[in-house]
Nanobody
């Protein structure tokens, strides 16, 4: 049984940066596409970024393109989300997820494993 644990969330001012980490355990996720989703209060969980098993393909939500970068280190069973130029509208709980497919996908129904989430708060 696999588990994902996020870390790196916190409170920053607008324009600041944060780097989220997601550590897998219990099984290897090296053949899985990985992704980050986020959920703001009163809203549905939304796609942020995804990366293929090899790391060669990445896709981003339009709202974060050019500001967020997803990466992975399969040897460490980990995935990361570098966030720069943060905006108040980026405030949310950020979730790491691992898919049942190797191909990067934005559809949360494709993801079988989820972390518990880490809070990111951006103040203006």
């Amino acid at each position: 049984q696999g588990h994902l644990v996020e870390s790196g969330g916190g409170s920053v001012q607008a324009g600041g940066s944060l780097r989220l980490s997601c550590q897998g355990s219990g099984r290897t996720f090296s053949s899985s596409a990985m992704a980050w989703f986020r959920q703001a209060p009163g809203k549905e969980r939304a796609f942020v970024a995804t990366i293929s098993w090899s790391g060669s393909s990445t896709y981003y939500a339009d709202s974060v393109k050019g500001r967020f970068t997803i990466s992975r280190d399969s040897a460490k069973n980990s995935v990361y989300l570098q966030m720069i130029s943060l905006k108040p509208e980026d405030t949310a709980v950020y979730y790491c997820a691992a898919a049942s497919t190797s191909y990067a996908t934005q559809y949360k129904e494709t993801y079988d494993y989820w972390g518990q989430g880490t809070q990111v708060t951006v103040s203006s």
